[in-house]
């Protein structure tokens, strides 16, 4: 059984940073694919980042070159590092895992944690 749980979010200024993280309580957390996503008020929820089981990493435009996902197998841990924040990266941030599928599809994700709140102001 996986279970996430997100830390880490919070008020900040923009051009500031946060690092968010997740960690599976599970015992199966290196065989699964992770994922971050965000959703902001009124939108729907959207990619921000993927880290294989391999550590091949994948990243939604708005966010190439200021975020960073990793992965510590040892720790049950996926990291979000966000850089440079902006205003528009304001939104409820989820940590998700996946066994199959796109890295940028929501569907493949079979568990979600509860969510951590970035908020950017300016």
């Known amino acids: 059984q996986v279970q996430l749980v997100e830390s880490g979010g919070g008020l900040v200024q923009a051009g500031a940073s946060l690092r968010l993280a997740c960690v599976d309580s599970?015992?199966?957390?290196?065989?699964?694919?992770m994922g971050w996503f965000r959703q902001a008020p009124g939108k729907e929820r959207e990619f921000v980042a993927a880290i294989t089981k391999a550590g091949i990493r994948y990243y939604a435009e708005p966010v190439k070159g200021r975020f960073t996902i990793s992965r510590d197998n040892a720790k049950n841990t996926v990291s979000l590092q966000m850089n440079s924040l902006k205003l528009e990266d304001t939104a409820v941030y989820y940590c998700?895992?996946?066994?199959?599928?796109?890295?940028?599809?929501?569907?493949?994700?079979?568990?979600w944690g509860q969510g951590t709140q970035v908020t950017v102001s300016s």
């Open positions: 599970g015992v199966t957390f290196s065989t699964y694919n």
């Open positions: 998700a895992a996946r066994r199959w599928g796109s890295a940028s599809d929501i569907s493949p994700y079979d568990y």
